[in-house]
């Protein structure tokens, strides 16, 4: 069905008003209540079997392109009232060396990421992780999230985008490293980066990456393709796919789901397949539906009927090889759409043995069971993020009681301690010590630096009523002359992270001196030109937008930099900064901000266990 002919007035101000309703959902949705989710109980004990070796399963690394046209969307405004609208700065500039650290630190492990890898999603966010991917463990696999493929994570096709911004306009400025409004260097003729741009680079890195898929077909670049693959070799990782690459504005509609066969442990009996879904359909009939019951798109996770057809058949192989079947998804089991549950239960149905559902989304971590729509229990591990604190990952494996018809699930929290973990401060101190005191600095002064820059973020905030006054009055230059100070405040908090990197490290180990500089640093050296850009002071708004424009190329160009090195010193010290600052920025925030990340309601949520089992009953 055609959407109804407006006038462009018309249309703007349709716009700014479903921006600002859902602005303002976003922030009731912020400080809504919680309710701990029934989890395990103690672990009656039986006699379990291990049955495969362990896999790393990390999620929402939400890489950011920071240097773009500032956005009201994630304005700073907002990020007093959910908290991480707007990350500190040393996130956003070193935020993808803790997933590089993890890979490292897990060379020879399976690992699988459960989605949100890029935030924005934009082409340069995906072309700098995708580096890291392509560096990383041999054996992997990507869950698609809401941020891998729609703009903020929220905005679909047509929900609050090509309705009324015919070519997605917004969505490229919003992806262009490096630019300010009007400044049309550097731009690519889309920067945005679809769902269906997604998986086409996946699959592409899939069938041309250090061990090829053998006959894994190729994406197509444009229009509607279908790709089923099943890998030759059955002892592989990655063992099957079922792909949909939807073009145009449907492209919310593509999906790819994955079946993984986890490296077994010696003496196991049984084989163990995990049937990854995308939990990322988020078409027009369904975003429009979410919008509709008061729910960003995107925040709700659905599942069409052809993707659950697609893996039934690998559910049904399993259970005639007597495999057992675990699932995974982005989406949180509770934040699934009720139809997806529906279908999604009724083929765990099938199944003779105990259910698992591996998760992320929420970004705090969780055990829960669940027993809605079904008598038999369902077993959720969500992990946390590798964006946010609690900053961790998992160290995953399964075991089995086959008189008692018992799944085990080892789910070890990351990075590991000296003792198993009992508090964030435990966990903390397991970060500090392997990546800050592998920089050879301070731990202490590294944390002081970092208060005070994210202390100086968040005393730059706007307030909410100029972020609305502005989502209402799109023609308001006093807006523009507010957004474009706070974007030039945050890009000067970045380029001071970028001169303090440059005093800490070796010259000879950063190199930041031999790099070609913009023609306005005039012959300066790169820090002394930093240093200029943060004392100017212009005069009016279109002084702020050109300078903004100047601040942002440089620290596009120095933070693209600092992606090449690889002094282990180096990677240690911007790990570190990248994690002290992310713990800092939580414990600054209000609990009602954190989106139910506080330690003692991811305590009353067993966080900090790390095994637990579910039988049939």
């Not at 030759?232 to 593509?254: F, H, I, K």
């Not at 982005?330 to 591996?358: A, E, F, I, K, Q």
């Not at 601040?551 to 180096?570: F, M, N």
Request: charge should be negative.
């Amino acid at each position: 069905m055609h959407a109804p002919y407006v006038s462009a007035r018309s249309g703007a101000s349709r716009r700014t008003i479903l921006s600002a309703a859902l602005l303002a959902s976003l922030v009731v949705s912020a400080c809504a209540g919680f309710q701990p989710q029934p989890g395990p109980d103690a672990e009656p004990g039986g006699r379990y079997l291990t049955l495969t070796e362990p896999i790393i399963a990390i999620g929402d690394t939400q890489e950011h392109e920071s240097t773009s046209v500032p956005m009201l969307d994630n304005d700073n405004a907002l990020d007093a009232y959910l908290e991480v609208t707007q990350r500190p700065p040393e996130q956003a500039l070193f935020g993808r060396r803790i997933m590089e650290w993890v890979f490292e630190a897990h060379r020879d492990s399976a690992f699988l990421h459960l989605g949100d890898v890029l935030d924005l999603s934009c082409r340069s966010e995906a072309k700098r992780m995708r580096r890291l991917f392509e560096s990383g463990p041999a054996r992997g696999a990507l869950l698609p999230g809401n941020h891998d493929g729609l703009m903020f994570g929220i905005y679909g096709y047509d929900v609050l985008g090509a309705t009324f911004d015919t070519g997605a306009a917004k969505w490229n400025d919003a992806c262009r490293p490096g630019r300010a409004d009007g400044d049309v260097r550097r731009m690519a003729e889309r920067e945005a980066f679809t769902k269906r741009d997604f998986i086409s680079t996946y699959l592409a890195g899939l069938g041309g990456g250090p061990i090829p898929l053998a006959g894994l077909p190729s994406p197509a670049p444009t229009g509607d393709q279908r790709i089923s693959w099943v890998n030759p070799n059955t002892s592989d990782y990655l063992s099957a796919l079922e792909a949909r690459l939807v073009d145009g504005n449907q492209y919310a509609n593509s999906f790819i789901a994955q079946r993984l066969r986890l490296p077994p442990a010696a003496g196991a009996t049984r084989g163990v397949v995990v049937i990854a879904l995308d939990t990322n359909q988020a078409g027009q009939l369904a975003s429009t539906w979410d919008v509709l019951q008061g729910n960003s798109p995107g925040s709700v996770g659905h599942v069409r009927p052809e993707q659950v057809r697609a893996v039934s058949r690998w559910v049904g192989a399993a259970t005639r090889n007597g495999d057992i079947v675990v699932f995974a998804g982005h989406h949180n089991w509770l934040s699934l759409g009720l139809p997806s549950r529906l279908m999604l239960r009724d083929l765990m149905s099938t199944l003779p043995h105990p259910l698992v559902y591996l998760s992320a989304h929420t970004h705090r971590g969780f055990w829960a069971v669940h027993r809605a729509l079904d008598n038999r229990p369902l077993l959720e591990l969500n992990t946390s993020s590798l964006s946010d604190w609690p900053i961790a990952y998992r160290r995953i494996s399964f075991a089995y009681d086959e008189a008692a018809n018992r799944l085990m699930v080892r789910g070890d929290l990351m990075p590991a301690g000296d003792r198993p973990h009992g508090s964030d401060a435990d966990l903390l101190a397991a970060w500090e010590r392997q990546t800050c005191a592998a920089s050879d600095f301070d731990t202490k002064a590294l944390r002081q630096l970092d208060a005070e820059l994210v202390a100086r973020q968040h005393a730059s905030r706007g307030s909410l009523f100029g972020l609305l006054r502005a989502k209402l009055s799109p023609d308001c230059e006093a807006c523009d002359a507010d957004r474009y100070r706070r974007a030039n405040e945050y890009q000067d908090e970045m380029l001071e992270v970028l001169i303090e990197t440059g005093r800490h490290l070796r010259a000879e180990s950063h190199q930041l001196d031999t790099l070609a500089l913009p023609a306005f640093c005039r012959g300066e050296p790169w820090s002394v030109c930093a240093a200029a850009l943060v004392a100017e002071r212009p005069a009016d708004t279109r002084g702020l937008v050109e300078l903004f424009g100047r601040k942002a190329r440089l620290v596009d160009l120095l933070g693209s930099h600092l992606d090449d090195l690889d002094e282990p010193r180096a990677k240690a010290y911007m790990t570190c900064r990248a994690v002290l600052a992310a713990r800092i920025d939580f414990e600054g925030s209000s609990d009602d901000a954190n989106s139910h990340r506080g330690e003692a309601k991811r305590r009353s949520e067993q966080f900090f266990r790390v095994e637990a089992s579910v039988g049939m009953e």
